[in-house]
């Protein structure tokens, strides 16, 4: 278990690296929602999936992906 959070961390970082900082949310989303899914049960999952859903919705936020934005959605 704790080989699939260091390669999902590993994996995030080089993102962090070579992005800009508007990817941190979309990171600390992916990380949440891998430990909530492999490490957690119950409620204490259903808070980090909850966070980890706000992570991406902040992250699309930054980068400007909306639906309102586009004439086909």
Same mark, same amino acid.
């Given at each position: =278990? =704790? $080989?699939?959070? &260091?390669?999902?961390?590993?994996?995030?970082?080089?993102?962090?690296? /070579?992005?800009?900082?508007?990817?941190?949310?979309? *990171? *600390?989303?992916? *990380? $949440? !929602?891998? *430990?909530?899914?492999? =490490?957690?049960?119950?409620?204490? =999952?259903?808070? /980090?999936? !909850?966070? &980890?859903?706000? !992570?991406?919705?902040?992250?699309?936020? $930054?980068? !400007? &992906?909306? +639906?309102?934005?586009?004439?086909? +959605?």
């Amino acid at each position: =278990m =704790m $080989l699939l959070i &260091a390669a999902n961390v590993a994996f995030a970082l080089q993102f962090l690296f /070579f992005q800009s900082w508007a990817d941190l949310p979309a *990171v *600390v989303a992916m *990380v $949440l !929602g891998t *430990v909530g899914m492999f =490490m957690l049960r119950g409620i204490p =999952m259903r808070v /980090f999936l !909850g966070l &980890a859903a706000l !992570g991406w919705i902040a992250s699309h936020a $930054l980068i !400007g &992906a909306s +639906c309102w934005q586009r004439r086909w +959605c």
